[in-house]
């Protein structure tokens, strides 16, 4: 009986702006696990596509003075050619702004409203009566309702990270025309979350994909789940059923795009749509980890209460650095895909080698353009390349560019079957480092058989027995072939050609890198597969990079000296004092907050700190630093914070200010 169908999907790339490497660390893994399950003889589609609506296109469009569809088309086309030059090879890569979505997704919120999932209420919203209309998202800033710093009107980018609901934002500001808004009443549509919670702590126990997302999502659902506003007051997006004057959630309708894109490659390669999303195939997501509250919570309670069905696995990729510092396309640590990388010239397949080799797929990934170099000469030319080219060439050379005649040694069989296991059970564990490592450990037997048999010598004195090396030699070099393929597929099947394999090598199987290369086959020309970077290259590259930092440096600069000066009096308002934390802890739910007791000499504060990613908590107790007294009490994860530390911002990384010796606690800082 044949196995179920499999759907791999990717998280949707936001039609807002270019493509950078932070996106390819989750689109790079799923192409080389769809191209190892099928290396596995697995059914697979690969379904992505553009997310095309929320509020910060219609931001974008209109301060670029365009339509939201001009944007999303400009940049639809550019993540289209981004990925086909990265060699990310999608079975269907659509819009959720095509009709079929539109059609998908009111389906299947009125079958939502049809379950009892998603109900009216009534709720306060902020209004600008200068532009005349609600102010839903990125329209709108204010305070953060629980953390009390500045934020945006869905999340509270610069404080606590909270998602927001509309509403919730405190003194809020029109971000069009910077008048004050005030609050009205309007009824919009909630998906009633809050009654899932049972249902996802069985499901996320199942949940197949990375350990992390699991877990990070099974710490959500164990608190309390809010119901989700799913409506907002725009033209653009999808309308909400029986309501034209409101649109779809953006979260909600993006998800859905996922069976819409399924839908269309459906009808166009003659299958059954239903046989993915009503039947029970695999469906097998990859996100970016900083949506994981998304896919493994919101998405599965839709799809649990409209009846379609649940993803098997969710598989979350880890955070990149550039340079060592945290990305960040404002300071300019960030590498462009296409302007940065593949229109310098540099072949896709080294930076999908990069990205996969570097690390665990759920670890952090720092990328520099000297590591990156590095890796190259090394294990690509010095090791891989090396290796094919050496047996290749002294086969061309010595045997008229054919296969010699010689038993293959039952010991390399026996290596490349043991890497085959390898890659297999590394596959299925989502551990693409532990892919490459196994074929570059196979080139490396490759390299020290080729020079412990000295066919060189071989070749002067007993002609067989050379033949019957290169042999075993070739047959390494097409097993390295075939399973270094869902890497680097342009770059093997080079190789391929030049082993003279039938057909293409991204056609073939893991295990018919087992069938032996045939006696007297022709060879294809030998040519050498990757070319050394040069100290030259890498120094220009680097020097592109430094200056996007510089200009953004500078910008940054301009901005401070604009900042508006504060009489001496408004300084010594602020009630600066040396404190010292007696205790820490992490609070549940939270990845960056941490809860302090701090000693203010006279009396001890509780803070909350969103510095859990810097520092360990085991790490502070005893440790003098500079609080904010007399800040107005706010609540974060639903503790109160009575005080706030302050922290240099350091690359985006939070470094606590204290004193330079020790003090008593609650010395006035003047």
């Known amino acids: 009986m044949p196995s179920a169908p499999i759907l791999v999907t990717c998280g949707l790339p936001y039609a807002n702006g270019p493509c950078h490497i932070g996106h390819l660390r989750t689109y790079v893994p799923a192409d080389i696990f769809v191209r190892g399950l099928r290396k596995l003889g697995r059914d697979v589609a690969f379904i992505c596509g553009s997310d095309a609506h929320g509020t910060p296109i219609v931001v974008n469009a209109e301060s670029q003075g365009i339509s939201p569809e001009t944007l999303v088309a400009r940049y639809h086309q550019h993540f289209d050619q981004a990925f086909k030059g990265m060699n990310v090879a999608f079975d269907y890569f659509g819009s959720t702004h095509n009709p079929s979505n539109f059609v998908r997704t009111q389906e299947m919120v009125t079958a939502l409203m049809e379950n009892g999932h998603v109900y009216p209420r009534e709720i306060e919203l902020a209004y600008c009566p200068s532009c005349q209309r609600f102010l839903p998202d990125r329209y709108v800033e204010g305070e953060c309702p629980y953390c009390g710093k500045p934020a945006r009107g869905d ?7 909270r998602h927001l609901e509309p509403g919730e934002i405190k003194n809020a500001v029109c971000k069009v025309c910077g008048g004050s808004a005030d609050y009205r009443k309007q009824t919009h549509y909630f998906f009633k979350l809050s009654s899932f919670q049972d249902f996802l702590i069985d499901y996320l126990q199942t949940l197949g994909g990375t350990i992390t997302a699991r877990n990070y999502a099974l710490e959500w659902v164990r608190q309390e789940l809010k119901d989700w506003c799913i409506t907002r007051n725009m033209s653009w997006g999808v309308p909400f059923p029986g309501h034209n004057e409101l649109v ?16 269309e490659w459906c009808e166009k390669s003659g299958r059954n749509w239903k046989a993915y999303w009503k ?41 990149l650095k550039i340079d060592d510092r945290k990305f960040s396309k404002s300071r300019g640590y960030v590498i462009w895909v296409i302007d940065d990388y593949l229109e310098k010239g540099l072949h896709p397949d080294l930076l999908r080698y990069y990205l996969a080799s570097y690390t665990s797929h759920t670890k952090e990934v720092n990328f520099a353009w ?49 890497v085959m296991q390898e890659m297999t059970s590394a596959l299925e564990e989502y551990e693409f480092k532990k892919m490459c490592d196994g074929v570059m450990a196979l080139a490396d037997y490759g390299n020290i058989y080729f020079q412990s048999h000295e066919p060189w010598k071989l070749i002067k004195t007993d002609r067989e027995s050379a033949g019957a090396v290169l042999r075993s030699c070739l047959q390494i070099a097409k097993a390295l072939a075939v399973f270094m393929e869902p890497v680097m597929p342009s770059k093997m099947d ?30 294809g020309h030998p040519e050498l597969l990757f070319s050394r970077m040069e100290e030259a290259q890498v120094k220009e590259l680097d020097r592109v990079f430094k200056e996007r930092i510089r200009q953004a440096d500078a910008r940054e600069k301009t901005k401070t000296e604009e900042k508006k000066l504060i009489s001496y009096d408004q300084f010594q308002a602020l009630d600066i004092r040396v404190g010292e934390i007696l205790q820490a802890e992490r609070i549940k739910g939270s990845n960056k907050l941490l809860k302090l007791m701090v000693s203010l000499g006279d009396e001890t504060r509780q803070v909350v700190a969103g510095i859990a990613t810097n520092y360990a908590p085991e790490d502070l107790a005893g440790r003098q630093i500079a ?9 974060l994860f639903g503790v109160e914070s009575q005080a706030m530390i302050l922290a240099a911002d350091v690359d985006g990384a939070a470094v606590l200010l204290g004193p330079e010796k020790r003090v008593a606690p609650g010395s006035k800082v003047r």
């Not at 779809?248 to 399924?262: C, E, K, L, M």
């Not at 293409?504 to 045939?518: I, Q, S």
């Open 155 to 161: 999340e509270c980018d610069q404080g606590c990270g």
């Open 248 to 263: 779809v959630y953006v979260w909600v309708d993006a998800p859905i795009g996922y069976i819409s894109f399924s839908e």
């Open 279 to 319: 039947d029970g195939a695999r469906i097998i997501h990859f996100i970016g980890g900083d949506i994981v509250y998304h896919h493994c919570i919101f998405w599965p309670a839709m799809l649990k209460g409209s009846g379609y069905t649940l993803p098997s696995a969710v598989v979350a990729s880890g955070m």
């Open 370 to 418: 000297k590591i990156f170099a590095d890796k190259v000469n090394t294990e690509l030319v010095g090791a891989l390349g090396n290796f094919i080219n050496r047996a290749l060439t002294f086969t061309a050379k010595n045997f008229d560019g054919k296969v010699p005649n010689g038993e293959i040694d039952p010991e390399v069989l026996k290596k490349i079957e043991a």
């Open 494 to 523: 080079a190789a391929g050609r030049q082993l003279g394999l039938p057909g293409p090598v991204g056609e073939m199987l893991f295990c018919e890198a087992l069938a032996p290369m045939e006696e007297g086959a022709d060879l």
């Open 627 to 635: 609080v904010l007294a007399n800040l107005e009490p706010a609540k």
